[in-house]
């Protein structure tokens, strides 16, 4: 089944209009780009802190300073968000080189550049904030002095995002917001949070919905703790209970934020291709398979059907990559991605979700034993299983949620339907 909605998938991409693009794209790096990537090699392994290299590479637990180390680090650089326009303190790089940097980050062991700033609300506030808010936002979300999260999904709407009821009301020059939202990655570290906010109920839902940049630390927030299956705590609930937002705090038309959503959640589906962790976490899958053993004694990964199924996932992620690299050329000349950013979501969170099966596979009776308390840096006590289990049942379970988040894969799937086959 799973070959068989791999070649459909990759019927879909040959003959969507993606792939008519009425040009043909030259998908190897010249050696200027071959250079870049020397550069951004090298910079990595001189700049980042073993420390943290050593605990993204062992899958020890990353708190806040560690992602905003890197994130200084870079922005001494320019390169926190380097496609940003040079006008905002990018440094407008094409998409080549932004393949090329997040591969090199992800395979050298450099934690994510978290897309809640750069990557999603910062090309909102591009598009369609007011010259204060890019004056005042942009550059504190290079520098790390924000920290962002997303107040998108309520308990009753998540992938129907449009019945959201956290209600904002307007009281002269400030909205006064009550509700609730949910699943709220790393809010416990935000210093602010975009929200989309009911403010009309007249008309079609998508037509009364704000979009509001909220202040964390404005009385009225709780912040609630969601402990997932692998034990950790990255996602959580935040409750609103007449908090004051001001008016200048919105961003574009009152009743308008469904649109600058619906763009947001286009960049959000590109970044969710995850190549680079993709191809980091294949890398490791390897190394699992090559040293446990069959009950023949051979290596597992001597195993011709086992072998198979590591080949066939990166078959699948060299195919996502050619993916990647024509939508993100077609998105620079119309400036938001389409419908084909449903396709890399898609065909992002499979993948990962394979290899995380794999991985599990190749441990075998070690696979179960996960150790929460192995997860910090300073932990010396015994392991259940060898070193390399450690991490690979909490990335199985976490990786779960990949079908969900950014919008569901079947909410994925009925976008793909309706505007790239007209179904």
Sequence with gaps: MHCEATEALHTLARESELLRAGRRLDLNFSADEERFRSEVRAFVAAELPDS??????????????????????????GWVAPSWPRRFGGQEW????????????????????LPFGPRMVAPVIMAFGSAGQQEYFLPRILNGEHWWCQGYSEPGAGSDLASLKTRAE?????????????????AQYADWIFCLVRTSSEGRPQNGISFLLIDMKSPGI??????????????????????????????????????????????????????????????????????????????????????????????????????????????????????????????????????????????????????????????????????????????YFNYRKASIYAGSNEIQRNIIARHMLGL
């Design 170 to 186: 307007r009281r002269g020059d400030s909205y006064v917001v009550n509700g609730q939202k949910t699943w709220t990655t790393l």
């Design 52 to 77: 943290i290299r050593d605990k993204v590479l062992g899958h020890k637990r990353l708190d806040r300073e560690d992602f905003l180390t890197w994130v200084r680090i870079l922005n001494k650089r």
């Design 94 to 113: 094409d998409p080549a080189r932004g393949l090329i940097f997040e591969e090199e980050c992800a395979l050298a062991g450099a934690p994510p550049v």
């Design 222 to 395: 709780t912040v609630r703790p969601i402990v997932m299956l692998d034990g950790e705590h990255e996602i959580n609930e935040v409750w609103f209970n007449d908090v004051e937002v001001p008016v200048v705090n919105r961003v574009g038309e009152e009743n308008k934020g469904w649109t600058y959503a619906k763009f947001l959640l286009g960049h959000e589906r590109v970044s969710n291709a995850a190549l680079g962790p993709s191809k980091r976490a294949l890398r490791e899958l390897k190394a699992i398979a090559a040293a446990a053993p069959t009950g023949g004694g051979r290596p597992l990964i001597e195993t011709p059907r086992f072998r198979d199924r590591i080949a066939e996932a990166e078959i699948d992620l060299m195919a996502l990559e050619v993916l990647v690299l024509r939508v993100i050329a077609m998105d620079r000349e119309r400036h938001a991605p389409g419908p084909e950013a449903s396709l890399l979501k898609l065909r992002g969170s499979q993948i990962l979700q394979t290899i995380s099966e794999l991985a599990m596979e190749a441990l075998g009776p070690y696979a179960p034993l996960h150790q929460p308390q192995a997860l910090a840096a300073d932990w010396t006590g015994p392991l259940a299983g060898p070193p390399a289990g450690v991490g690979v049942t909490g990335r």
